[in-house]
């Protein structure tokens, strides 16, 4: 393991006195509070632009998004709004898109025909207030977010201020040497007289057929009795955990008995993971950014696009690895957090074992701190998920209509053999049923959809506009199982 670039034997307070800034760690202080909410005149920066990565020993060329201070993504202390100025320099047009926060409809960074994408060498601004938690951004434009245009957004709470835990945010990513067409194409193209994948037709995909798939290709994986499961659409090169692989991961300074907080973002395009804490055990206290009531556990699902945070007492002065394990898989990425001091030793690239696929035993037990107000549906809509939405394929859909100021419930009904994480842009949902048995559970902005089950979401109707909702997996999307929720103002 490499770490000659990270300052060592500092202890925390040393490291605060000198100035040093740890890639990947933020020290809170009070100091340091006040002079970010100072009034920003201009918008903060954030750079779209393009990077070189060394992945396996090879270089590649992939985006970025760089924020002021020339670190990945945009952190707002309590009080800033989002005020930032985007400016293409990616060579390419693009646009953003601030996952999971509740802008109006054209900050959404969606190409609706009324936001278009931003071309090359423009600036466009944003401004907007935000909602505190863990959030992250990634472009919406095209494959885009495949090469790593995505970045953390995180907002501090006034109690995040107070609770003086070093935060550590984990970024998830996959990666592939080929481009984001050729592995499309690759899915997409005709496989043993099955496709598939089917793009923008009335193909019957039901559990028959997919059971009928190429279990090499599709990654499928015998779950005993019963069909085979779909994991991993996708034969990566690499998982990456903030730009690195687990060959030379990122290693974090913490003080002995340290406590942290970890902020963990699947940005990943079509790969869900495990988060296992080795020796370490962690309390879930949010999801998506929205508080829960504290989860303990050791190995968390992460589906595509969700985020975790998880607060983590250190027991003494080790070394402690983080890892992502890719389900159905044994490659794993991951950082390190160690106590000063300590002695990192090398850690395999591989689990003993292969994963299982990520699951809803987690969302099960979560319940929303602040959940939505007690209160009937107004209009429940049910739709079918199939590789397509209610057996549309986007652009070719027609919006879900509902009106502003109505509660409304979408169930979700899996008819694939594969688990979909469903995002809707600009609400906050509460999950109020899996499988048909009610909960009143997370308030979170994507959720998992099991394989063959049903989820059903409730949210308030309340940030007019139009609105996509379409599933994280970016293959997925991509062939067209995206949809719109659409409701006008009442003025
Ligand atoms: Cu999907």
Redesign the pocket.
């Known amino acids: 393991m490499k770490e000659n670039e990270r300052p060592t034997g500092l202890t925390r307070r040393q490291i605060l006195a000198s100035g040093v800034a740890i890639a990947g760690t933020i020290f809170l202080t009070k100091e340091r509070a006040a002079a970010a909410t100072e009034p920003h005149a201009a918008g903060f920066r954030l750079t779209a632009g393009t990077r070189t990565l060394a992945v396996n020993g090879k270089p590649a060329r992939v985006f970025g998004l760089v924020g002021p201070n020339g670190n990945p993504g945009i952190t707002l202390s309590p009080g800033e709004r989002f005020h930032v100025d985007l400016a293409n320099q990616a060579g390419t047009s693009t646009l953003v898109h601030w996952h999971g926060q509740l802008p109006p409809w054209r900050q959404d960074g969606f190409p609706w025909p009324q936001s278009p994408p931003i071309p090359e060498g423009e600036i466009r601004s944003y401004d907007y207030v935000p909602i505190a938690g863990t959030y992250w951004m990634h472009s919406h434009q095209g494959m885009q977010e495949q090469n790593l245009m995505t970045a953390p957004l995180i907002v501090r709470s006034p109690e995040d201020m107070r609770a003086d835990r070093q935060e550590v945010v984990l970024m998830l990513h996959d990666f592939s040497f080929q481009m984001p067409d050729e592995l499309l194409a690759g899915l997409t193209k005709s496989n043993g007289g099955q496709s598939a994948m089917p793009m923008g037709n009335s193909m019957n995909m039901d559990s028959g057929s997919m059971d009928a798939m190429n279990s090499e290709t599709m990654g499928a994986i015998n779950m005993g009795p019963g069909p085979a499961m779909d994991l991993n659409d996708i034969d990566y090169d690499a998982f990456l955990a903030n730009d690195r692989t687990f060959s030379d991961p990122e290693v974090i300074r913490t003080e002995p008995r340290g406590r942290v907080r970890l902020r963990l973002i699947n940005g990943a395009s079509a790969t869900q993971f495990w988060i296992d804490l080795g020796a370490l055990s962690g309390t879930v206290v949010a999801v998506d950014g929205h508080p829960v009531r504290p989860a303990r556990g050791s190995r968390l699902p992460l589906a595509m696009a969700q985020r975790l945070d998880v607060l983590i007492d250190l027991p003494g002065n080790g070394a402690y690895p983080i890892f992502a394990q890719v389900e159905g898989k044994r490659a794993r990425t991951g950082i390190v957090l160690v106590a000063s001091g300590a002695v990192v030793s090398r850690l395999a690239a591989e689990a003993g074992e292969n994963a299982p696929p990520v699951d809803l035993s987690l969302e099960r037990r979560l319940e929303a701190v602040i959940p939505l107000a007690s209160r009937a549906s107004d209009v429940t809509h049910r739709v079918t998920?199939a590789w397509s939405i209610n057996g549309e394929y986007w652009p070719n859909v027609t919006p879900l209509l509902i009106a502003h100021g109505q509660r409304v419930a979408i169930e979700m009904v899996n008819h694939t053999m594969?688990a979909?994480?469903m995002h809707l842009h600009g609400h906050a949902f509460q999950v109020v049923a899996i499988n048909g048995a009610q909960l009143a559970g997370a308030v979170r902005d994507t959720v998992l959809v099991p394989p063959m089950g049903s989820v059903t979401i409730a949210f308030d109707a309340d940030n007019p506009g139009r609105w996509a909702f379409h599933?994280?997996?970016l293959y997925?999307?991509m062939t067209g199982?995206m949809t719109e929720v659409r409701y006008p103002a009442i003025i």
């Open positions: 998920l594969m979909h994480p599933c994280h997996n997925h999307m199982m």
